[in-house]
């Protein structure tokens, strides 16, 4: 890299798939765009096959025959759709990294792919997904690809059978990537191997260390806010009260709440440093860490005012926060974008664990939450994330799916809609 | 040592020396800690905390230390077991402390949490060894890979088998002509074998008596057969192996390594700069039949290709480390740019408060002016130096990192204008002051004396009522310094103190207990050199603005 030019703030990244069917290639780039967008860094998935199944929607495994002129011509279209609608994305979307999910198999597809790219100053990136794990692959083509759109109404079994078949056509012509000039990370086994080839920019590093860190084994993530507050009873925001005799209460419970949802999984807790989460999790019998990265979002000048005092003292500030809730900054404090940036730690560090516990505040678990339900950001900050409950979330191979534990403890909403001052409801 | 309010101006305290023993010291900037530094404090507060210092035991004796790389071992083989570990004089912080013992106690930078056993991530102990020809960057590599690591909390030493093999030579006398040869008379296989014990016998030590974690292995192992005896050494010892290769096939780079090696190697001091190029790739070729490539599919690996442009991990069964190396790696650099620190100008507000981002004074301005004029200045007088050296490589085009916070932005405007590339990151703003914002340093002793006990006591890790600490910011700042390392360019920071001094401490492997001391002044912009063993500092001073209080 001759020079760093500054080009690199206007970067336009494309992640090209590469691997045989039943890989993991589209779990993969699903969680880049999730990741990346939670990051506020524009990503979007193009899946060849989506674009192919508007012509062809139930093909048998011949169709994937390369000696099938037919089948190739359509299965040639189907990629030309995707990239243009790719390209049309990053020149009139403010596009950042683009993901192209196929299995882009052989060294002329990729070249081609590479040039339309080099043309269009689009950096390309490929992520080969390589693996000879019978168990594994088998598990993958029972879980995905029997609910694929491709097989719908077929019968399981035969469905299966035809997509080995379908795999067998494309190992026939299957080219790992070799060529050492490309950019390029080869995962193999999930990772027990991993190539990395000429990363050309911090972005790429991240994305690259991302993937590094993911793992395939199940595992549950339980979040909860803090029990109710001193603060929250007179619907004060921030500060670093006590909890309220029902917070403490909810202290009391959520042993029995964490046992009944967790068994006898091991779990860590995670906390952060204000009193209040502490103080919550104070009985649970679990290995405890602190982080101050899960301090609440910092309210700056309105630390320790209530709504009402805040639309009295500062309208504008009032109006301006309804208006762009994840934009806007609290004079001297946070901003919603501000706690995801200080979040990500603690969400990469998620990614490598098992099972975690995580007791915060209002914020940041709709940060943490958004993560994990690709919650967009005019959404967010705007969720309700109602006290004494806890969430546990069970992330599988294309969603994640949620759980609510409400503890019958009563506790006041701190929950505020657009344009009212916080109404404390007892 | 109160960092939280910002920019008081100075009280006028006489500056109180740390030690009576420093007396036969070279006065050092670093020195002046008191009298900048103290000004919220009352002078017999300070004096009391400094005195600690002064009458400890331990930092005694050592005030004439100079730790250079050669005389590092035969500093450790000369002391008792009890004084092997220093506290860091204040005052040396202008060398890269990156080849310092750690003491037993050590708690590092951006530590996330200490755990019992002093190793983190559960990963155990690990020894990495490091694999590949001479010349090929491991020892770069090593004292990298220290840094980074110690900087995340994970207690990492080198130990470079070339230190070893130095001291085991009496001074004047040199190293037998064969000794880098494979088939070597057996007094000198028996000299070899000796500088490999005492190596492996401070591994050991650094693993069962400091608590260490990671040691760093750097020598050319470069047998199959070699290796395996290590891993199996190791792990009956509990220790688990991480191989690092460092593989070079473009000659352009192993000459350059060699240049650069010869300028900072122990070895060559005093040589014919040609003849010291033929003999150390002499040394590589005598070497080259018999070296085997990584290839034990059963091992832990990480083979690095051509300084970073291709790296292959293999069986990370080491869990969380070899990733972070990776990721490490991958944004490292050989040949990084300069980093400048400077800080904001003046504000309006005589203690600006971190809640009211107030604007640049009128003194604030014209000190932006004279700190884009200095600067630019200076690069200019640097790259006609190095040209009438015979060194054409073209200047490194410079950038601005600021915060957010308006002073930083506003003191960068300058060069903005003039066309440099500037960018604000969040990340740098300041250290929250918390409940202390906008107090001085009475107010705060009033308001918090507990805290301020507290404080005095560990001033790097502890925070005042709702503020952060210096970890906090170190854990916060990890962002940016790996984009520094991967970055080519030369950077200037502009900063708030407590961020600047943070990322000094960084890249000049500081302790955590000389961080929150560290010194900026406004009429000087410092900057660091990398180099391959050791970070250079070197201070540009600014005319025609007055030293400032560093608060």
């Not at chain 1, 990614?351 to 690709?374: G, P, S």
């Not at chain 1, 109602?386 to 969430?391: A, E, F, K, R």
């Not at chain 2, 110690?150 to 190293?175: N, S």
Request: with cysteine; net charge neutral.
């Amino acid at each position: 890299m001759a020079s760093y030019s500054f080009q690199a703030e206007n970067i336009q990244i494309c992640v090209i798939m590469v691997g045989l069917p039943a890989r993991g290639k589209s779990l993969i780039a699903q969680k880049i765009v999730r990741y990346l967008t939670w990051l506020s860094i524009r990503a979007k998935c193009f899946n060849v096959g989506n674009y192919r199944r508007l012509e062809t929607a139930h093909p048998t495994a011949e169709f994937f025959d390369v000696n099938n002129s037919e089948g190739e011509r359509l299965r040639k279209l189907a990629a030309e759709a995707a990239i243009r609608d790719m390209f049309r994305w990053f020149d009139h979307e403010q596009g950042v990294v683009g993901i192209l999910d196929a299995t882009n198999t052989t060294k002329s597809r990729r070249n081609w792919i590479l040039d339309l790219c080099r043309k269009r100053n689009v950096e390309p990136m490929f992520v080969e997904s390589w693996c000879d794990d019978e168990d594994l692959i088998m598990q993958n083509i029972m879980d995905v690809k029997t609910t694929s759109p491709d097989y719908v109404g077929q019968d399981p079994e035969k469905a299966a059978l035809d997509f080995r078949n379908r795999i067998r056509n494309y190992e026939k012509v299957y080219e790992t990537i070799s060529e050492r000039d490309l950019t390029y990370v080869k995962l193999i086994n999930v990772g027990s191997q991993v190539i990395i080839n000429r990363i050309q920019s911090y972005l790429e590093s991240r994305i690259v260390y991302y993937l590094m860190n993911l793992h395939i084994k199940p595992r549950c993530i339980w979040l909860s806010r803090h029990g109710e507050s001193a603060f929250n009873l007179v619907g004060k925001i921030g500060g670093d009260s006590d909890l309220s005799e029902r917070g403490r209460e909810y202290a009391r419970q959520l042993p029995r709440l964490v046992k009944m949802s967790v068994g006898d999984r091991p779990l860590t807790v995670w906390t952060s440093t204000l009193k209040r989460t502490q103080q919550t999790a104070k009985y649970l019998p679990y290995r405890q860490l602190t982080w101050k990265a899960l301090d609440e979002l910092d309210a700056g000048q309105c630390d320790g005012l209530t709504y009402e005092e805040i639309e009295n003292r500062y309208p504008d500030d009032f109006a301006a926060r309804d208006e762009n809730k994840y934009e806007y900054r609290y004079p001297g404090g946070e901003s919603y974008r501000d706690v995801v940036v200080r979040l990500e730690p603690i969400i990469m560090e998620l990614e490598r664990q098992e099972n975690i516990m995580i007791v915060t505040h209002q914020a940041v678990l709709r940060c943490i939450y958004a993560y994990f339900m690709n919650v967009p950001q005019d959404q967010s900050p705007w969720m309700e994330v109602p006290l004494h409950t806890l969430i546990q979330l069970e992330p599988k191979a294309y969603g994640t799916e949620v759980i609510r534990i409400k503890a019958d403890i009563p506790a006041v909403s701190t929950y505020r809609e657009k344009g009212q001052s916080a109404k404390i409801k007892k | 040592m109160l960092s939280l309010s910002s920019d008081s101006s100075r009280s006028p305290s006489p500056s109180v020396s740390i030690s009576s023993e420093d007396r036969d010291r070279p006065p050092s900037p670093m020195a002046n800690i008191p009298s900048s530094g103290m000004s919220s404090f009352s002078p017999s507060g300070l004096s009391t905390f400094h005195a600690d210092l002064a009458t400890s035991p331990i930092t005694g004796g050592f005030a004439q230390m100079h730790l250079s790389p050669s005389s590092f071992t035969a500093q450790l083989r000369t002391q008792s077991a009890g004084s092997k570990y220093l506290r860091r004089q204040s005052s040396s912080v202008d060398e890269d402390a990156i080849h310092d013992a750690l003491s037993p106690t050590h708690v590092s930078p951006a530590q996330l949490y200490s755990t019992e056993s002093g190793r983190l991530f559960h990963a155990g102990k690990i020894c990495i060894v490091l694999v590949g020809l001479p010349a090929r960057g491991k020892t770069h590599l090593a004292v990298s890979l220290t840094r980074y690591l110690r900087w995340l909390g994970v207690k990492t030493h080198a130990f470079h088998l070339g230190d070893y093999r130095r001291v085991h030579l009496t001074p004047g006398k040199d190293v037998p002509d064969d000794y880098f040869l494979v088939n070597a008379s057996p007094s000198t296989v028996i000299l070899r074998q000796r500088v490999m014990a005492a190596c492996k016998a401070d591994v050991y030590r650094f693993f069962e008596e400091d608590r260490g974690q990671v040691a760093i292995y750097d020598a050319v192992n470069p047998t199959s057969a070699g290796r395996r005896v290590l891993v199996k050494e190791f792990s009956q010892r509990g220790i688990q192996t991480l191989f690092i290769e460092s593989i070079c096939d473009k000659p352009e780079i192993i000459e350059a390594n060699v240049r650069s090696v010869k300028i900072s190697s122990p070895d060559y001091i005093g040589w014919d700069e040609k003849e010291a190029i033929m003999h150390y790739l002499k040394r590589i070729s005598d070497k080259i039949p018999h070296y085997e490539t990584l290839d034990e599919p059963e091992f832990s690996y990480i083979k690095l290709y051509n300084a970073g442009e291709r790296i292959l991990l293999n069986n990370s069964r080491v869990g969380y480390l070899p990733n972070r190396i990776v990721f490490y790696l991958m944004n490292l650099h050989i040949k990084a740019g300069c980093v400048y620190f400077a800080r904001a100008g003046k504000a309006t507000e005589l203690r600006p408060r971190y809640k009211s981002d107030p604007h640049l004074s009128d003194e604030g301005r014209a000190y932006a002016r004279v700190l884009t004029d200095t600067l630019l200045a200076h690069r200019r007088s640097e790259h006609t130096a190095r040209s009438a050296h015979g060194d054409n490589s073209p200047e490194r085009e410079l950038i601005i990192w600021t915060s957010t916070r308006r002073r930083t932005i506003e003191t960068a405007a300058e060069f903005a204008k003039r066309g440099f590339y500037c960018r604000q990151r969040p990340q740098l703003s300041q250290m929250h002051p918390g409940s202390c914002d906008g107090l001085s340093g009475e107010e705060i002793e009033e308001q918090f004396p507990g805290e301020v006990e507290m404080h005095k006591k560990d001033p790097y890790r502890h925070r005042f009522p709702r503020a952060e600490s210096y970890h906090d910011l170190a854990v916060r700042l990890e962002p940016v310094i790996l984009e520094m390392e991967r970055i080519p360019n030369d950077i200037l920071i502009v900063a708030h103190v407590s961020v600047l001094r943070v990322l000094y401490g960084y890249l000049m492997a500081c302790s955590p207990f000389d961080i929150p001391a560290l010194d900026f002044e406004r009429n000087e912009i410092v900057e660091i050199i990398p180099s391959a063993y050791n970070n250079k500092v070197k201070r540009i001073k600014i005319y025609g603005v007055e030293e400032s209080a560093t608060l």
